[in-house]
Antibody, heavy 113, light 109 residues
Framework: EVQLVQSGAEVKKPGESLKISCKGS????????IGWVRQMPGKGLEWMGI????????RYSPSFQGQVTISADKSISTAYLQWSSLKASDTAMYYC??????WGQGTLVTVSS | DIQMTQSPSSLSASVGDRVTITCQAS??????LNWYQQKPGKAPKLLIY???NLETGVPSRFSGSGSGTDFTFTISSLQPEDIATYYC???????????FGPGTKVDIK
């Protein structure tokens, strides 16, 4: 069974850095793309970007290029989404997904002073 | 970039009603379209892939159709457990790019 398990909720201050994770199991982690999706409070789903862990080929949605970094460590079957300087507007639920069917449970990121 | 629109943005219907949601792409996407259901506090769930294929385990009251730029998602007989927001999503495989529609919130009247 394919499973994506995400790291727990985070509360951060503006300007802080953050890296959240998504661990895949039940399949060959290096053979499938994994993406990240943002959902701001009360809003819709936004595709952020995607990585192929086999060779770390990464593609970003134009809206998120330069705002976040997506990476993966294939030795531990884990993908990451990171910010170098968080803003209040980064407050959202973040999902990882192995398109089209498998999703993580979501990581709530709250950025507040 | 391909833009996706959905209508209506919300609807209220009675149990047993037929519910139809439309999704339009800004350019031809062939049948590269999926439909998702999202309930509050939960991750999205794939219902329909490649425009018209029912995902395994999904009730047959859900269906999808269309190709090119115009797509339709139908619930043939609305059930209380279908209360959710529904999203269309277009995708490209090479390179992998995805875009969600803005969503349609479905309520029981």
């Amino acid at each position: 069974e394919v499973q994506l398990v995400q790291s727990g909720a985070e509360v951060k201050k503006p300007g802080e850095s953050l890296k959240i994770s998504c661990k895949g199991s039940g399949y060959s982690f290096t053979s499938y793309w994994i993406g990240w999706v943002r959902q701001m409070p009360g809003k819709g789903l936004e595709w952020m970007g995607i990585i192929y862990p086999g060779d770390s080929d990464t593609r970003y949605s134009p809206s998120f290029q330069g705002q976040v970094t997506i990476s993966a460590d294939k030795s531990i079957s884990t993908a990451y989404l990171q910010w170098s300087s968080l803003k209040a507007s980064d407050t959202a639920m973040y999902y990882c997904a192995r398109p089209p069917k498998s999703w993580g449970q979501g990581t709530l990121v709250t950025v507040s002073s | 970039d391909i833009q996706m629109t959905q209508s209506p943005s919300s609807l209220s219907a009675s149990v047993g009603d037929r519910v139809t949601i439309t999704c339009q792409a800004s350019q031809d996407i062939s049948n590269y379209l999926n439909w998702y259901q999202q309930k509050p506090g939960k991750a999205p769930k794939l219902l329909i892939y490649d425009a018209s294929n029912l995902e395994t385990g999904v009730p047959s009251r859900f269906s999808g159709s269309g190709s090119g730029t115009d797509f339709t998602f139908t619930i043939s007989s609305l059930q209380p457990e279908d209360i959710a927001t529904y999203y269309c999503q277009q995708y490209d495989n090479l390179p992998p790019l995805f875009t969600f529609g803005p969503g349609t919130k479905v309520d029981i009247k």
